[in-house]
C-alpha cells in the first residue's frame, strides 16, 4: 500500500502550508508526519489516531502545526502555520494498523513517496 502526500512547496517565513496524505480505499487506525531535513536524520512531527482523534506533536511544532483527518475521504491532513527555516524538510506521512501512539518511524507499515517543504525568503 503506497500513501499518496502531497502540498509541499516554496514559502516565506511566517507562512503556511497544508500537506495531505490519502490511502484511498484504506483505513488505519493511526498516520503520522515524519520530516527529514537535509544532512539529518527523519525525525517525528506529528501524530493522529484515527478513532477518537487523539493528537500528538513534537515540541518543535507544538502550537504551529495541526493535524486533523477526514475519515470519508481517508485523508490526513497537516496544517503548517507560522513556518520557519527549520521546519524546511521532506515531509512523509506514515500510517498502519497499530493503535498506540509511536513516533519511532521504524514503528510503521506504510509510506508516503514524501512531500518537500522549503521555507525562505
Known amino acids: 500500500v503506497q500513501l499518496q502526500a502531497s502540498g509541499g512547496g516554496l514559502v516565506q517565513p511566517g507562512g503556511s502550508l497544508r500537506l495531505s496524505c490519502t490511502a484511498p480505499?484504506?483505513?488505519?487506525?493511526?498516520t503520522t508526519w515524519f520530516r527529514q531535513a537535509p544532512g539529518k536524520e527523519r525525525e517525528f512531527a506529528a501524530s493522529i489516531k484515527w478513532s477518537g482523534g487523539f493528537t500528538y506533536y513534537a515540541d518543535s511544532v507544538k502550537g504551529r502545526f495541526t493535524v486533523s483527518r477526514d475519515n470519508a475521504k481517508s485523508t490526513v491532513y497537516l496544517q503548517m502555520n507560522i513556518l520557519r527555516p527549520e521546519d524546511t524538510a521532506v515531509y512523509y506521512c506514515?500510517?498502519?494498523?497499530?493503535?498506540?501512539?509511536?513516533?519511532?518511524?521504524?514503528?510503521?507499515?506504510?509510506w508516503g513517496q514524501g512531500t518537500e517543504v522549503t521555507v525562505s525568503s
Open positions: 480505499g484504506r483505513t488505519f487506525r493511526r
Open positions: 506514515a500510517a498502519d494498523a497499530q493503535s498506540y501512539f509511536s513516533s519511532s518511524w521504524s514503528n510503521y507499515d506504510y
